[in-house]
């Protein structure tokens, strides 16, 4: 393989292109689906799983190359854990990635009870 491709299970910021760029091509799955996401991962070396999509044991077992699996959020439901144990992939996620906004929605619906806005909308 003569470059590293990064597969993505969904359109990810500019921002994380920019950053992903240097390290390898970039594709995107043109469905959230395990289908696509099987032609997606076949070359490559590193698959972000975003959105409504599932990292299943059939889509890591079709990406012979996978060293690592990316979840850009909380939690890690969405990637087969047992199934990239086995194969000795590392999952990764992004525990803090809500965090501003859990507060900011705690602050706002604090401030919403106080000032009773249901009752007065």
Known sequence: ???????????????????????????????????????????????IVRGGSIATAKVIGAGPHLKVIARPGIGYETVDIQAATARRIP????????????AEGAATFMIALCKRIVQWD
């Not at 393989?1 to 993505?8: V, W």
Request: with cysteine; proline share 8%; aromatic share 4%.
């Open 1 to 47: 393989m003569p470059t590293n491709i990064i597969a993505c299970s969904a359109p990810i910021d500019q921002i994380a292109i920019d950053i992903l760029q240097p390290l390898g091509e970039f594709l995107v799955a043109s469905a959230p689906g395990e289908k696509s996401l099987v032609a997606v991962v076949k070359n490559a070396t590193a698959l």
């Open 91 to 102: 999952v990764v996620y992004v525990p803090a990635a809500g965090a501003r906004a859990v």
